[in-house]
């Protein structure tokens, strides 16, 4: 089978798995398009080579090649080895079109993925058991096993916080999947942990009968940011009334705001998306989802104002992940990170743009404000240094925006090694971390 058949027959594939709508040019068929791309053969015999060599489906559901589960990021790697070694210069779906004679539209329906939404979705309530006042939110399935009745659920701290008893979280604290609203249906869950700088909480669910016997799904995670202008769809429980749908853009798509604690304690400073998606009270907690199902962040607020209309937040996907993770990996449920004790700030910014994921992107010049004394930066880095890369067990990121620093010590663990590089005019100079005690990880409230 030539290079260039493979290439077309994972095409056709992965935009069917996709639900994309992939439409031939000049009207050829699939075959036909084979055909052009370097297979040799009749049209049963190509159909024949859908399935595995093995005769067994791909994990997929469908007659994937050589029985193996095709994915986008196989059409990535093809992308990225034409530009490498061939000097193409074309955009991402400018390759699909170029080589494999593919248009891709990428209008879905709304409600199939709306309805895929629901499934990953929880309407929440709160209360203390001697009490009948409380709290209604709305959560994500972050972790699933149906057969164990097991679950991992996601939603915002505020919801199950509780300032009148001694831990700050209601006793009882019940989700309800969609279409299964009613108290018979009611799945008890347990408090792991969360913080309430970053308004998440991360709730437990053990050999649920409910669950057992659902149509629950696991949410997919959206594995990059989002851009201004990209669908959101927030699933929300508005008024404690059940799970309900409403869609908008993505407006901003990282800025800080600022909010009271809930607590009373003070001011919180937390970095947001801002959307135009219509939300309301009991929408907090729910998922953010952008045009393709995937959870893009978790919504916790919106802009009051008779001045101002459709202005709402959601945490980014990129926050919830880390934060959710370092709590799952945490022995008493806090959120611990590494803290460097300087200040960063973004010197001036530049709109950037990426071939290979065919996407903008701002690039900000991070550059060291202040140097705490006693901490870990104190005698190292100066002040005007020009932050270039962290890497984390030899993993390296580049820090492109001032939000990366903080994002990526919520990553850090008990064990690992963090390098943080800087620039001071054209020379780098490297801070080194060995995290052997957990002392050295700040716990976040």
Same mark, same amino acid.
């Given at each position: 089978?030539?290079?260039?058949?493979?290439?077309?027959?994972?095409?056709?594939?992965?935009?069917?798995?996709?639900?994309?709508?992939?439409?031939?040019?000049?009207?050829?068929?699939?075959?036909?398009?084979?055909?052009?791309?370097?297979? !040799?053969?009749?049209?049963?015999?190509?159909?024949?080579?859908?399935?595995?060599?093995?005769?067994?489906?791909?994990?997929?559901?469908?007659?994937?090649?050589?029985?193996?589960?095709?994915?986008?990021?196989?059409?990535?790697?093809?992308? !990225?080895?034409?530009?490498? !070694?061939?000097?193409?210069?074309?955009?991402?779906?400018?390759?699909?079109?170029?080589?494999?004679?593919?248009?891709?539209?990428?209008?879905?329906?709304?409600?199939?993925?709306?309805?895929?939404? #629901?499934?990953?979705?929880?309407?929440?309530?709160?209360?203390?058991?001697?009490?009948?006042?409380?709290?209604?939110?709305?959560?994500?399935?972050?972790?699933?096993?149906?057969?164990?009745?097991?679950?991992?659920?996601?939603?915002?701290?505020?919801?199950?916080?509780?300032?009148?008893?001694?831990?700050?979280?209601?006793?009882?604290?019940?989700?309800?999947?969609?279409?299964?609203?009613?108290?018979?249906?009611?799945?008890?869950?347990?408090?792991?942990?969360?913080?309430?700088?970053?308004?998440?909480?991360? #709730?437990?669910?053990?050999?649920?009968?409910?669950?057992?016997?659902?149509?629950?799904?696991?949410?997919?995670?959206?594995?990059?940011?989002?851009?201004?202008?990209?669908?959101?769809?927030?699933?929300?429980?508005?008024?404690?009334?059940? #799970?309900?749908?409403?869609?908008?853009?993505?407006?901003?798509?990282? !800025?800080?705001?600022?909010?009271?604690?809930?607590?009373?304690?003070?001011?919180?400073?937390?970095?947001?998306?801002?959307?135009?998606?219509?939300?309301?009270?009991?929408?907090?907690?729910?998922?953010?989802?952008?045009?393709?199902?995937?959870?893009?962040?978790?919504?916790?607020?919106?802009?009051?104002?008779?001045?101002?209309?459709?202005?709402?937040?959601?945490?980014?996907?990129?926050?919830?992940?880390?934060?959710?993770?370092?709590?799952?990996?945490?022995?008493?449920?806090?959120?611990?990170?590494?803290?460097?004790?300087?200040?960063?700030?973004?010197?001036?910014?530049?709109?950037?743009?990426?071939?290979?994921?065919?996407?903008?992107?701002?690039?900000?010049?991070?550059?060291?404000?202040?140097?705490?004394?006693?901490?870990?930066?104190?005698?190292?880095?100066?002040?005007?240094?020009?932050?270039?890369?962290?890497?984390?067990?030899?993993?390296?990121?580049?820090?492109?925006?001032?939000?990366?620093?903080?994002?990526?010590?919520?990553?850090?663990?008990?064990?690992?090694?963090?390098?943080?590089?800087?620039?001071?005019?054209?020379?780098?100079?490297?801070?080194?971390?060995?995290?052997?005690?957990?002392?050295?990880?700040?716990?976040?409230?």
């Amino acid at each position: 089978m030539s290079k260039k058949w493979k290439i077309a027959l994972i095409a056709i594939i992965v935009v069917a798995l996709l639900s994309l709508c992939a439409c031939q040019n000049g009207g050829l068929s699939a075959y036909e398009i084979a055909v052009n791309n370097g297979f !040799e053969g009749t049209e049963q015999q190509w159909l024949e080579s859908l399935k595995g060599a093995d005769g067994i489906n791909g994990s997929n559901g469908l007659n994937g090649a050589d029985g193996q589960s095709i994915t986008i990021a196989d059409l990535r790697e093809l992308y !990225e080895q034409e530009v490498q !070694e061939n000097g193409y210069t074309g955009t991402f779906y400018q390759f699909l079109q170029d080589e494999l004679g593919l248009t891709i539209d990428l209008t879905i329906d709304d409600s199939d993925i709306i309805e895929q939404c #629901l499934l990953s979705a929880v309407s929440v309530k709160a209360y203390n058991s001697s009490s009948t006042s409380g709290s209604a939110g709305a959560g994500i399935i972050y972790k699933l096993n149906k057969e164990a009745g097991y679950a991992i659920i996601v939603t915002n701290y505020h919801v199950v916080y509780d300032g009148s008893v001694d831990d700050g979280v209601y006793d009882t604290i019940k989700a309800y999947l969609y279409g299964g609203e009613c108290e018979s249906q009611a799945i008890a869950t347990t408090y792991v942990g969360g913080s309430m700088n970053y308004d998440l909480a991360v #709730l437990k669910v053990e050999n649920s009968d409910v669950l057992k016997n659902s149509y629950a799904r696991q949410v997919t995670l959206s594995d990059g940011g989002s851009q201004v202008g990209e669908k959101a769809i927030a699933i929300g429980n508005p008024q404690a009334e059940g #799970l309900s749908a409403t869609s908008g853009i993505v407006s901003v798509e990282s !800025e800080h705001i600022s909010i009271s604690a809930v607590d009373n304690s003070g001011t919180i400073s937390m970095r947001v998306m801002r959307i135009d998606t219509a939300i309301n009270s009991g929408n907090s907690g729910g998922g953010l989802f952008n045009a393709y199902g995937q959870l893009i962040g978790i919504v916790n607020a919106k802009y009051n104002s008779t001045s101002i209309d459709n202005v709402g937040y959601a945490i980014p996907i990129g926050v919830v992940k880390n934060v959710v993770d370092n709590v799952l990996d945490s022995s008493d449920g806090k959120v611990r990170k590494l803290v460097f004790n300087f200040d960063v700030t973004a010197q001036d910014s530049v709109l950037a743009y990426d071939a290979i994921t065919d996407e903008y992107y701002i690039k900000e010049t991070c550059v060291v404000s202040k140097v705490s004394a006693g901490g870990l930066a104190d005698g190292i880095l100066q002040v005007g240094d020009v932050i270039d890369t962290i890497s984390i067990n030899g993993v390296e990121k580049t820090v492109n925006r001032i939000y990366d620093v903080a994002d990526l010590m919520l990553t850090v663990r008990l064990g690992d090694q963090v390098q943080l590089t800087v620039l001071r005019g054209e020379s780098p100079v490297d801070l080194d971390v060995d995290v052997s005690s957990l002392e050295q990880l700040t716990v976040i409230k």
